[in-house]
């Protein structure tokens, strides 16, 4: 049984940081590509970061702010965002895909950001 749980996510003021963690169980972790997607209400769900041998891609909007990162020992990829803006306020979701398999596409629960004053 695939499951992936995130955590971490909370209320942040403008400005502010945060960290959120996924983390995988159930499938041989080193097989797939990890990107962390989020989705606002009433928006699509858009992709935000996938992590790569060098380091990750980004979308523009979160470039030089967010930072994605993964621990194949512990089977588990991180979002690590700073000045974090009203407009990242989504619930974000972690991503495991094995290539781009369609059966072999997993998706956490969701944890919810809210950056307010």
């Known amino acids: 049984q695939v499951q992936l749980v995130e955590s971490g996510g909370g209320l942040v003021q403008p400005g502010g940081s945060l960290r959120i963690s996924c983390v995988a169980s159930?499938?041989?972790?080193?097989?797939?590509?990890m990107s962390w997607y989020r989705q606002a209400p009433g928006k699509e769900r858009e992709l935000v970061a996938t992590?790569?041998?060098?380091?990750?891609n980004y979308a523009d909007s979160v470039k030089g702010r967010f930072t994605i990162s993964r621990d194949n020992t512990q089977k588990a990829v991180y979002l690590q965002m700073h000045s974090l803006k009203p407009e990242d306020t989504a619930v974000y979701y972690c991503?495991?895909?094995?290539?781009?398999?369609?059966?072999?596409?997993?998706w956490g629960q969701g944890t919810q950001v809210t950056v307010s004053l």
């Open positions: 159930g499938l041989t972790f080193s097989f797939y590509t």
């Open positions: 992590a790569t041998t060098s380091g990750g």
């Open positions: 991503n495991a895909r094995r290539g781009r398999s369609v059966v072999s596409d997993y």
